[in-house]
């Protein structure tokens, strides 16, 4: 059989000067495709208030409460965000469409209390 | 006064740490580069300097307290007192002699065993590995690496690095000659310096950090920065050694060092970007197999072409 | 000959995933080698007892780090058995082409692995580049790039349609091409031959007495492959050859992944073309009838069983799931005997370190009693231990005379 010696030489040579392919986050942005699994966006005005996202969640990270602000009731999500594994079973099962799974992705957190958020 | 500035500042110890530190981030870059990342930032080294040397010191109980204190030091002192004798930008270093040449090889050298000892009396079985198979290579790569370095002395009939720079400033074309020489000081070089293929020493998947295991803090900022200094010491031999060209002005010839130094370090990142990790019987296999027959082939052509020339 | 005792544990050599590997030295090559196998047990099973079978699916998803796509499927598999579904067979044909990219991405990781241990950097980096391409590619398909999660029990939870199509087209020329480089480079470049041939020798019939599989077997020339012996799925109607080699070592067990990578490049573009029309998922109740199933799945490290019981509850009654690391968990001891202290992380690789899937629980007899110990007696217990064990072999180079 015969051998070859620095066979990556080429290769070597010509990354270095083309672009590298770590990406200085957050600095450049990253881009994620369509469909992919991020962050929970919730609409409140098309909420009817079935829960199913509540039972369907697997880490029983979602809970919808109804909430009487300013004498106006709607319903709110709580998410905790520490819990959610972004399975997407919470928008895949809503009747009304108002979880949907964006391509964003969740910023870290300082604190365990800062990953309960109010969608 | 003149001697101490050349001591101290220029081209001694402040000029040594500082060009020392820019080739390891430069060469850090040049591997990341050519491994399609982006590499630390340009002050990197010096923010790992600052941040060990501020750790605490944490010395084993059955470890040897002295030479922990000691051997990272003396790696340090005997690197930095090499590059006092190697001409930089004048066929002159900072205190020529005859034999300076010999002096540099053997002050060049206790780096290495300084890795030896400081794993070997570390207390702790990564130590005592790694140290081991830093003098375990070192039987492999010394032999090769003196010979190449030694064939263009030999060639020029001069011990002194001022003698070898005006022989081939006379005849430039002997120069070429040298060159399977060079490639050898390139090879062998990695192992001085502990890196691909010659890193077994320091190889972290089944060592640690091997022979630095035990060594944090100051005494591992000490290490490092003798590796960095020793990169450029070693660069710098070899460069005065088979580039031995010199300008007339000390300026040009300033910037002629940079650009030879520079380039040698080109060379070694992509030699050791490219290889890979030899164990101990591959490294005696490449070293004595390969590199020693070659080194004393052109040993031999250098002594006959002397006979010629004479 | 001195020997030496060398431990290699999670928290010490730049541990990845490292179980608490003792290996005793003589000079530079290993003498004995123990490998107590419950560092990282993770209680996965039971835990999945409690757990709903919707919520299981997504745990065992999250087993090893690598692949959802295999435990996930064997999990749906077992429940279809159990419920007595048939899966559509275009959901079949999608969980194919998951499972081959799955593979193709887990090959790449191997080799990148290999490439690292062995010290070579640059090819480690080139390796993981190429398989951001796939992981890009499952990103599309299911969402996520490692937690690419497409299956329901009864199928699929989402479609192939023309635009991922094309473009999983696309990724696997380019990937295509970058194997067939990167494959050249594996069997022909002189160090990296060097250093990969004669390290961890496993004969065939070692393989075979150890319960080996996966490439590990394959590449000892052992040929087995569940594609192959036992077809599920959308394989029943593919012929897969299963790929194998004769050198028994770290190169053997290359080459089979190089080949096993580009029959699985050839897989996906088959399933592609084959890819019939019809429904993505068959309703599967949300408890199952009593019974047991047993089912067989092709991981990309190898065989991968699931036995799963119901009683006709909400929760599994019991569920085992045997990972192909636990399989090859004794085979790494004959392998690592009689090898270079370097040669270590290499074959750790080859094994695919993922103690988490290997771990299971170990029962510590003292003497004649067995005893339930709590926490806080347990973390005594471990001090004790690692003072009295390190004490004897582990400190100052300790050597013991032959």
Known sequence: MRFKIGGLTGEAGKNLFSRSATVPYPREELHYPDGYRGR??????????????????????????????AGESKFECHLNFGRCVYCGRCAEICPGGSLKMTAELTPPALSRKDMRTVL | ???????????????????????????????????????????????????????????????????????????????????????????????????????????????????????????????????????????????????????????ADSWS?????????????????NLPAFGIAIVTSQGKLMKSPFDSPIAGAEQGSGAFSEFGGRFFAF????????????????????????????????????????????????????????????????????????ALIQIIVNLLVKGVIV | MTQRQLSLKPSAPDGENKNCLWVTMASDRVAEVHLPAGGSHQGVEKSCEIHS????????????????????????????????????????????????????????????????????????????????????????????RVKYSVNLPGGVRRDLDEHIRTRI???????????????????????????????????????AAYGAV?????????????????????YRRMEVAPVCDDHGDAYGRTVVHIGEMEASAALIRRALAELPEGELRA??????????????????????????????GASPERLRVFTPREANLYTLQKIISGNYLANIPLLMTDYDFCFGAASRAVVIKGGEEQRTVGWEQLRDFSRDYYLRHEAGAGRAGAEKEE
């Open chain 3, 214 to 234: 996966g490439p590990l077997a394959r590449g000892s020339g052992l040929s087995r492959d569940v594609r192959a012996d036992e077809p599920y799925g959308a």
């Open chain 3, 53 to 144: 079978y919707m919520q299981d699916l997504l745990i065992l998803e999250r087993y090893g780090g690598l692949g959802p796509q295999a435990h996930a499927m064997a999990f749906c598999q077992a429940m279809e058995e159990l419920a007595g579904i048939v899966v559509p067979q275009r959901a079949e044909y999608i969980r194919l082409i998951v499972s081959e990219l799955e593979r193709l991405q887990c090959h790449l990781l191997w080799l990148a692995g290999t490439a690292r241990e062995v010290g070579y950097d640059a090819l480690n980096m080139y390796l993981m580049n190429d398989r951001e391409l796939v992981l890009d590619c499952l990103a599309e398909i299911g969402g996520n």
């Open chain 1, 40 to 69: 929970i966006s919730f609409d409140p005005a098309s909420c009817i208030g079935c829960r199913s996202c509540v039972d369907a969640c697997p880490a029983r990270a979602i809970s919808i409460v109804n909430s009487v602000r």
């Open chain 2, 161 to 177: 690095l001022q003698g070898i720079s005006q022989f081939y400033t006379e005849r430039p074309l002997l120069m070429l000659l």
């Open chain 3, 169 to 207: 087209s696309e990724m696997l020329d380019e990937v295509g091409r970058r194997i067939k480089k990167r494959g050249s480079l594996f069997r022909k470049e002189l160090m990296l031959v060097n250093r990969l041939r004669g390290a961890g020798v496993l004969s065939r019939d070692d393989a």
């Open chain 2, 1 to 155: 006064m003149a001697q101490v500035f050349k001591l101290l500042i220029f081209p001694g110890l402040l000029f040594l740490l500082c060009y020392s530190l820019f080739c390891a981030a430069l060469s850090r870059k040049l591997d990341a580069r050519m491994q399609k990342r982006r590499g630390p930032r340009w002050l990197q080294p010096v923010a790992d300097l600052m941040k060990l040397v501020g750790k605490e010191r944490m010395i084993p109980a059955r470890a040897d307290q002295g030479l922990f204190f000691m051997v990272p030091a003396v790696a340090l002192a005997a690197v930095c007192a090499a590059y006092l004798y190697v001409p930089l930008f004048s066929p002159l270093s900072a205190h020529p002699f005859n034999g300076d040449l010999i002096v540099v090889l053997y002050l060049v050298t206790l780096p290495a065993i300084c890795v030896f000892l400081a794993g070997w009396y570390s207390s702790s079985v990564y130590g005592s590995f790694g140290g081991v198979r830093a003098l375990t290579q070192m039987a492999a790569y010394q032999v090769p690496l003196l010979m190449s370095l030694l064939a263009p002395a030999l060639l």
């Open chain 3, 283 to 312: 309703e599967v109740p949300e408890r199952l009838p009593k019974g047991e199933a047993l089912v067989r799945v092709e991981a990309p490290r190898g065989e991968l069983v699931y036995y799963l019981r119901s009683d006709g």
């Open chain 2, 223 to 294: 290490f490092d920065l003798a590796e960095d200094c020793d990169t450029v010491v070693t660069i710098s031999l070899i460069a005065a050694v088979f580039l031995p060209f010199y300008p007339a002005s000390p300026l040009l010839g300033f910037l002629l060092y940079l650009l030879k130094t520079l380039f040698i370090l080109v060379l070694f990142s992509l030699f050791h970007t490219l290889s890979v990790r030899l164990h101990s019987e591959q490294v005696f296999s490449l070293c004595w197999r390969y590199m020693v027959p070659l």
